[in-house]
């Protein structure tokens, strides 16, 4: 089993994360009392895909506010606690940040990233994907060998009222029913559940949205202080970070998993990380260029 990745920034080395957090939001209060964040960057993607170490290293900046997937945004949401706010209250609580940039992770709206982006002023979104092997191993780990069934079950239920089913395309949800059973083979089910929540990305046209940047996972555990730096200048940050990165380490490279994806959806998988990894290199060589 693979070990946390360790990581220090800045001011947070040594630094209690309480008494870190209470500094942080005292400075940006101090140095920005009555002022609405310039920037809005919106974290999305499939979940366990690495968007809590991006949200932590984030974090370590004292110019940017985080909101995580439970927050004052999610605050309607009284089953889960991780359905964001309407964009009305969403756009309110935003402008009552002290901070000149804010992140927000908002997983299970990755459907609605296109609305988010128009609702929401001066802003832009990281879709964040990871080898579905590596995604996999930790869904199960984490929520239990049937979770990816039961991540499955709306979209096969056609359930629109559940995030996991929302904006679901018609070929996914085909794909998906072809293959589904409840006693099906549980990384068969995890995998599926990848597929579709990446297949987002270019079923909803984020692939054509210049306001949306693709970053795998992978990378930025190789290249942490280069990708933070690229995402600030994406963002629209304004410069690079001051409170450079010091330390990321994995404490051992990704495994081969001893699990078996049967041979119709490791198919579909490594078709659509292709798909995702030929995209990043436009972007990254588009980027280059301007």
């Known amino acids: 089993m693979r070990k946390p990745v360790e990581f220090t920034t800045g001011l947070r080395r040594g630094v209690s994360g309480k008494l870190f957090k209470a500094l942080k939001l ?20 499939c979940p366990r895909s690495g968007t809590t170490l991006l949200h932590d290293l984030l974090d370590g900046e004292f110019d940017i506010r985080i909101y995580g997937e439970r927050s004052p ?6 089953t889960d606690h991780i359905r964001l706010n309407d964009l009305r209250s969403v756009r309110y609580t935003l402008s ?24 929401v002023p001066n802003s832009k979104a990281l879709f964040v994907y990871r ?44 794909t998906i029913l072809k293959h589904f059973s409840g006693s099906m083979n549980p990384y068969d089910a995890a995998a599926l559940f990848w597929y579709a929540r990446n297949s987002l990305f270019f079923d909803l046209g984020l ?19 280069a990708v933070i730096n690229e995402i600030l200048h994406f963002a ?3 410069r690079r970070s001051r409170r450079a990165l010091r330390h990321v380490r994995p404490e051992s490279e990704r495994k081969s998993h001893d699990f078996e994806i049967s041979a119709g959806v490791l198919g579909l998988c490594e ?9 990043r290199g436009r972007q990254g060589r588009a980027s280059s260029n301007a």
């Not at 005292?26 to 993607?45: D, H, K, M, N």
């Not at 590596?134 to 559940?162: E, H, Q, T």
């Open 207 to 225: 692939d054509r949205d210049p306001a949306v940047r693709l970053l795998q996972y992978e990378r930025l555990i190789a290249e942490p202080a």
């Open 131 to 174: 080898h579905f092997r590596d995604v996999v191993a930790s869904d199960l780990r984490i929520f239990g060998v049937r979770n990816g069934i039961l991540n499955l079950k709306p979209i096969v239920d056609g359930n629109d009222s559940n995030w996991r089913s929302q904006r679901t395309s018609a070929h996914v949800r085909t």
């Open 271 to 279: 078709e659509l990380l292709r798909r995702l990894e030929d995209c």
């Open 236 to 238: 629209g940050f304004g």
């Open 96 to 119: 009552r940040a002290h901070a000149r940039m804010v992140v927000v992770k908002p997983l299970v709206e990755t459907q609605n990233t296109s609305q988010l982006l128009a609702g």
């Open 26 to 45: 005292s400075y940006q209060f101090i140095r920005r009392p009555f002022a609405s964040p310039e920037r809005v960057l919106f974290i999305v993607g």
């Open 73 to 78: 945004l999610t605050s309607h949401d009284t």
